[in-house]
């Protein structure tokens, strides 16, 4: 019997596959039989672990949010064993978001794709919605927190300030990818990071002080 990380690998080969179809030729390009062209393995074989197209851009978009939540993991603890302030840490995370090198530009083009099959199909949609939930409770939760080390006013409302900040990070993505170089004169990742710090300055207009004990 094949093992648990055998199925596992072919299942991440085969979302593999997905992106790469996704982000070279478009959704429209995205079939059983492309895929398992691209994935260089057997129709048959797709089909035994994906029955439709929607279930395998499903998978494809879990494996983007994953890699996603796995670098933004990985910043959170970066920042966190060097005393970075929250609103550092969350800036970095927020950029993890955009198509600012081919990765992150693979990766917003599977997620746009994935946003826009959603409309149309309610299985899809509901794990988009979740996903969006998701994201901007993870950043009240960065709010919440920086009210209490004093990055944030007390009285904040962290979930309207969420709100504002997942809709910059998502119009942001659009904008960077439409220009991946240069804005108006400016390189485009500077131009981000510029808009970034510009919104969280609005947010936290404190200074950190869950270091100074430590």
Do not use: W
Not at 118 to 133: H, I, K, W
């Amino acid at each position: 019997m094949p093992r648990t990380a055998d199925h596992e690998q072919r299942r991440r080969q085969i979302a593999l596959a997905v992106c790469a179809l996704v982000s070279e030729q478009g959704i429209d390009a995205v079939t059983v039989a492309r895929t398992a062209a691209a994935a260089g393995i057997s129709v048959g074989l797709v089909q035994h672990y994906f029955r439709t197209k929607d279930d395998m851009l499903l998978h494809a978009f879990a494996h983007v949010s994953a890699s996603i939540r796995g670098r933004v993991d990985a910043r959170i603890r970066a920042g966190t064993e060097h005393r970075r302030p929250i609103a550092r840490i969350l800036a970095e995370a927020m950029a993890e978001f955009l198509p600012l090198d081919e990765t992150r530009r693979t990766e917003f083009r599977v997620a746009t794709a994935f946003a826009g099959r959603a409309l149309d199909a309610p299985a899809l949609a509901e794990v988009d919605v979740a996903t969006a939930r998701a994201l901007r409770a993870d950043i009240a939760q960065a709010v919440h927190n920086g009210k209490e080390c004093g990055e944030v006013e007390p009285g904040l409302d962290p979930v309207p300030a969420a709100v504002r900040l997942a809709a910059v990070t998502e119009g942001l993505g659009m904008q960077v990818y439409r220009d991946p170089e240069v804005l108006n004169g400016v390189p485009t990742a500077d131009l981000a990071a510029s808009v970034i710090d510009a919104e969280l300055a609005a947010v936290f207009t404190g200074e950190c002080r869950q270091y100074l004990d430590r």
